[in-house]
């Protein structure tokens, strides 16, 4: 016997609300703390001014380093006596490094939350940074490195970035660094920059029943034995598009596909164009129905995926394609992929795509911020880019609220398909001639 039954409708969407944002100076250092009534798990999150932008020029992986070198015991305690204490509590320390911070965080159920603060505090102001260690960590991470440079990728974003930011600049190049500049690196190096960086207060973000915790104690227990003032955070770095278009060819003989990486410079995360921004981006290829994805993909056949759109930190932004393409076909990919990006430059997106994308974003934002741990890294957002405590109280209607007109100009001003660098990572000896026929700019050709 067979049923059949009718599919039931969507229902209603449920209000969201973003809990209300508590701040607090505590010892020199800040707190930020969202109440969430009723939950069990509680999250602190320390963040520190460091990211990788910090790094001095030719140590870059510093960042990457000491945050695996942080689980190595500390000044009271091996690393065996460590790990026993942290997971006593039922947690783990988790870290995070991107261009802006550095953060350190620690779940556990609400009870035990002052007592993994006090852990995590430890092992970040007083790691025991034994030489052997910081070694094996070391070269650990460039062991991993290698291993990951030797897959199509990371050569070409490497490549895509220096051209974007200059590689002079530390924000020209790889976030983590690269298997030489990790390789580098040696243990006084480390010590120098844990001396310089993270004795400093910083901020203690912390989500989960407040009238269960003391923030007071806290951040007394994260903020111990710190000191320093506040340092420049910098401005938005002016970043100009260039003249012209430029394509770089990243030479690997024999590879069977080409892997490609277009962009340009685009606004700082802060920007106030950056929910119409955001948007274009998922229209154009931030989504499976993007218009890059349904041309590449589903009209052409020329790939598995293609993937666009605008990320930002604190201090600068980029537009990047991402995408991997048979050899035969990377010249047509590349000229249909520029061709779609001038397409929504110059013409804008229409009600019924932009109708997907307001209802994908703001669903999927409902959707994530749903977790202590999530609340937590929402926080250390406002923290990091100077963000209104009710920025994301209002992101939803912003995102639902966004027109038309506001969308397509935000495509308009913020995307430069004349201006776009285009890597190619394959076999140059098989597609140079094709991308030079395709005249969408200069070529470089560089090798590994």
């Known amino acids: 016997m067979t049923l ?30 969202a109440h969430l009534p009723g939950q069990t798990l509680a999250v602190a999150l320390l963040l520190i001014d460091v990211g990788a932008g910090r790094e001095p020029g030719g ?19 091996d690393a065996t006596a460590y790990a026993l204490a942290i997971e006593a509590l039922g947690t783990e320390l988790v870290t995070g490094l991107d261009w802006d911070s550095f953060q350190v965080s620690v779940q556990v159920p609400v009870d035990r939350l002052p007592a993994a603060v006090a852990l995590l505090a430890e092992a970040v102001r007083t790691p025991r940074l034994d030489p052997d260690d910081v070694r094996r960590v070391r070269d650990d991470e460039a062991t ?10 990371p050569r070409a974003d490497a490549a895509l970035r220096a051209d974007l930011f200059g590689a002079e ?11 030489d500049s990790v390789a580098a690196l040696d243990v006084e190096d480390v010590r120098v920059f844990h001396s310089e960086w993270f004795i400093r207060p910083g901020t203690l973000v912390v989500a989960g029943d407040l009238d269960r915790l003391d923030l007071d104690a806290l951040g007394a227990a994260a903020f111990a034995g710190t000191g320093g003032g506040a340092v420049d955070r910098g401005g938005p770095i002016a970043v100009a598009p260039r003249d012209g278009r430029r394509i770089i060819l990243v030479d690997r003989p024999g590879s069977v596909q080409s892997t490609l990486r277009l962009g340009h410079p685009s606004p700082h995360r802060a920007h106030p164009d950056h929910v119409p921004t955001t948007l274009a981006g998922t229209v154009l290829g931030g989504a499976f129905t993007s218009r890059l994805n349904h041309l590449i993909r589903e009209v052409r056949g020329y790939t598995y995926g293609i993937r666009g759109d605008f990320a930002a930190s604190r201090r600068f932004g980029r537009f990047a394609v991402a995408s991997g393409v048979q050899t035969a076909v990377t010249a047509p990919a590349l000229v249909e992929a520029v061709g779609e990006i001038t397409r929504t430059q110059e013409t804008g997106v229409t009600e019924e795509e932009l ?43 912003e995102l639902l609220a966004a027109d038309v007109d506001g969308v397509s100009a935000a495509a308009a001003t913020h995307l430069h398909p004349e201006s776009l660098t285009l890597v190619v990572e394959g076999d140059a000896a098989l597609i140079r001639d094709e991308l030079v026929a395709t005249d969408l700019g200069e070529i470089v050709t560089t090798t590994p």
Request: glycine share 10%; proline share 7%; hydrophobic share 40%.
């Open 355 to 397: 109708a997907v994308a307001r209802s994908w974003r703001a669903g999927q934002l409902s959707v994530e911020l749903q977790t202590p741990r999530a609340i937590a890294a929402a926080l250390a957002t406002l923290v990091v880019h100077d963000l209104p405590d009710d920025y994301h109280a209002r992101l939803r209607e």
């Open 4 to 33: 059949i039954t009718t599919r039931p409708g969507a229902g209603a969407a449920r209000p969201y609300r973003f809990p209300q944002v508590v701040r607090r100076g505590v010892a020199g250092g800040q707190v930020v703390a």
């Open 144 to 153: 991993a490195l290698r291993m990951d440079w030797a897959n199509p990728g």
């Open 169 to 179: 600049n530390r924000w020209g190049r790889p976030l983590y660094g690269d298997p």
């Open 59 to 77: 140590k870059e992986g510093l960042g990457a380093v000491l945050a695996k070198a942080l689980e190595e015991g500390t000044a009271q305690r």
